[in-house]
């Protein structure tokens, strides 16, 4: 959310790094490597993040006009989450336990029982729920080396980053001080200064 409608409210990053001659085939290859996959029930994992387009989370086939507009590029970070409510896991575990005990003959399960148990329950339970989504708009400003990313959580961002490096290959740092002056070119003298400023209390 933010881009197209929502809060206007983004972070923003900065890119180091130049871009290939022939980016915006690169960039698609890379990009649909790591689109955004749907969860399986089977898998272990909970949670899983990937690209989609922009305002649209479930448009997973990219195209060069979903992903590039004029000079930028924008794209949709996808996180889904299995979020089983504790009650119900708690209810389905203890029921388990007492047919597992029941058949076994066993007093109480062992740890190793206890994992094994919690890891088929879960797969049991995914199939009957459906997986929490968060959508998160990305702009990135071919020209100036900026992305602005539209969520203010700093785990949210360090996954985003984590992505972007990754279908990239480009380094993304956040927005700072020293960071904002030296890509507005400040001159050498003032940025050697910058770190040593102190704030103004008024």
């Excluded at 195209?63 to 000079?71: I, L």
């Excluded at 989504?133 to 949210?156: A, N």
Aim: proline share 4%; glycine share 6%.
């Amino acid at each position: 959310m933010g881009l197209y409608r929502g809060t206007m409210s983004y972070a923003r990053f900065f890119v180091r790094g130049d871009l290939p001659k022939t980016y915006q085939d690169r960039f698609m290859e890379a990009i649909r490597l790591r689109v955004f996959r749907e969860l399986d029930p089977a898998e272990e994992i909970d949670q899983r993040a990937g690209w989609a387009a922009c305002d649209t989370p479930f448009e997973l086939d990219l195209t060069y006009d979903k992903v590039f507009f004029n000079n930028y590029l924008n794209l949709g970070l996808r996180i889904d989450t299995w979020r089983i409510p504790r009650s119900l896991f708690k209810a389905a575990f203890q029921r388990a336990e007492r047919e597992v005990l029941a058949q076994s003959g066993e007093q109480k399960l062992s740890r190793a029982k206890k994992k094994g148990l919690e890891a088929v329950l879960k797969s049991r339970l995914r199939r009957k729920v459906i997986p929490a989504m968060r959508v998160f708009d990305l702009s990135w400003s071919l020209e100036e080396g900026v992305v602005r990313f539209f969520s203010g959580s700093p785990k949210v961002q360090e996954q985003m980053a984590e992505l972007f490096e990754k279908t990239f290959d480009l380094e993304l740092v956040a927005d700072g001080i020293y960071l904002g002056a030296e890509h507005a070119e400040v001159d050498a003298a003032t940025l050697v200064r910058l770190p040593k400023l102190s704030p103004l209390e008024l």
